[in-house]
């Protein structure tokens, strides 16, 4: 089951960062992941709120179908989703004060058989791209 946590140090302010990283129509800009919202992005972040987002990781296009399970406005978010080949995920976008700046952390987790017999080079894969997307995202709202 691999498990990734990164972080980067972003100079603005949370709330600029958080304006970026909770609307769905900018996810792409920063998101290395993130390919395409297939039923259209989210309109808001709410708990309950569902969607659907496809995403390439190692070449491989996949589908995610998330639901937000946690929300802390302009501070955290977080989603739980399902995958292809019985593949469970959580992704969470914490923020917090960091002088003048954000300390911006991304979690994830990714389980199933299919991940298990990869678990290295996913979680190689993963964070490489998470730090992608926060120097993506540092150069954005920065």
Avoid: C
């Avoid at 800009?29 to 708990?47: C, D, M, Q, S, Y």
Wanted: aromatic share 8%.
């Amino acid at each position: 089951m691999p498990e990734v946590s990164v972080s980067a140090s972003v100079p603005a302010p949370v709330d600029k960062v958080w304006a970026v990283i909770s609307d769905f129509d900018r996810f792409g800009e920063w998101n290395t992941i993130h390919t395409a919202f297939p039923g259209g992005a989210p309109k808001a972040l709410a708990v309950g709120d569902v969607f659907s987002e496809k995403m390439t990781l190692m070449g491989m296009p996949s589908e995610a179908a998330w639901t937000v399970t946690e929300l802390e406005p302009g501070r955290s978010w977080k989603l739980s989703g399902k995958g292809p080949m019985g593949i469970t995920l959580m992704q969470h976008y914490i923020l917090a004060e960091d002088g003048g700046g954000t300390l911006v952390t991304v979690e994830s987790e990714f389980k199933g058989a299919a991940v298990n017999m990869m678990a290295a080079r996913v979680k190689d894969a993963t964070t490489t791209a998470l730090n992608e997307s926060l120097r993506k995202l540092t150069a954005l709202v920065g």
